[in-house]
């Protein structure tokens, strides 16, 4: 099971800092990664990271802004969300990839969070 948390409403330019913890197993053989839907759009991929957390990736929007982390002993996640833009406003949902390096594609991805909201106001 994976717990999302840290969303909330902030002003354009503020942070962030998303956090997603998996309990029940432990998933430090698995990249991970983090993914928003905003209202009326497709899922799209936003961070991920291999299982040691040697190799991220990003999508374009956000490189330079967001950094993805993990902890492999607390078996947690993190997202941290810098200079926030209203278009960064989604629901932000963690993921475990079915294998220890990244991708940017939903379906690699077996386990889902259930999502917390991220609202940036202008």
């Known amino acids: 099971q994976l717990q999302a948390s840290g969303g909330g409403l902030v002003q354009a330019g503020g942070s962030l800092r998303l956090s997603c913890a998996a309990s029940?197993?432990?998933?430090?053989?698995?990249?991970m990664g983090w993914f928003r839907q905003a209202p009326g759009k497709e899922r799209e991929f936003v961070a991920g990271?291999?299982?040691?957390?040697?190799?991220?990736y990003y999508t374009d929007s956000v490189k330079g802004r967001f950094t993805i982390s993990r902890d492999n002993a607390k078996n947690t996640v993190f997202l941290q969300m810098n200079s926030l833009k209203p278009e960064d406003t989604a629901v932000y949902y963690c993921?475990?990839?079915?294998?220890?390096?990244?991708?940017?594609?939903?379906?690699?991805?077996?386990?889902w969070g259930q999502g917390t909201q991220v609202t940036v106001s202008s």
């Open positions: 993921a475990v990839a079915l294998g220890s390096v990244v991708h940017t594609h939903q379906y690699d991805y077996r386990y």
């Open positions: 029940g197993r432990t998933f430090s053989n698995n990249a």
């Open positions: 990271i291999s299982w040691s957390g040697a190799s991220t």
